[in-house]
């Protein structure tokens, strides 16, 4: 799952971790320190692991259940008519324009 919110950019996979534990991956330290402020999140802060190697350089496992309550919260935290602009006074210009090129991207998948 893809999830892209005004915290942050988030890819969320089972890689059949011990547990059923899920990997909540991001390119932006920040994104995953922003998620872990959520209170269902907040014992995962000291385990953001860093990797030079992989696709995705910042990552968390979380317990299934932690990351249903955070995927609720950040749908409940939705104050916004307009998405973008909630991105760009919350995470800056520079982010807003790249999920601006996501929306474009995206976009060509609706029929004319």
């Known amino acids: 799952m893809w999830l892209v ?3 942050g950019f988030y890819s969320v996979v089972d890689k ?4 059923g534990m899920l ?9 995953l320190e922003s998620l872990c ?12 692991r860093e990797s030079d190697y992989s696709d ?5 496992f979380v317990a299934r259940g932690d990351w249903e309550k955070a995927a609720s919260v950040l749908a409940s935290e939705i104050d ?10 919350r995470q800056g210009s520079a982010r807003a324009s790249i999920y601006s090129s996501v ?6 998948l609706q029929s004319d």
């Open 5 to 7: 919110t005004d915290r």
């Open 16 to 19: 059949g971790e011990p547990g």
């Open 23 to 31: 990997c909540v991956r991001s390119r932006v330290r920040e994104d």
């Open 37 to 48: 402020r959520l209170d269902s999140m907040e014992s995962y802060s000291d385990s953001i």
């Open 56 to 60: 995705y350089r910042f990552r968390i």
């Open 80 to 89: 916004y008519d307009n998405f973008k602009n909630a991105v760009a006074d």
């Open 103 to 108: 929306w474009s991207a995206l976009r060509r």
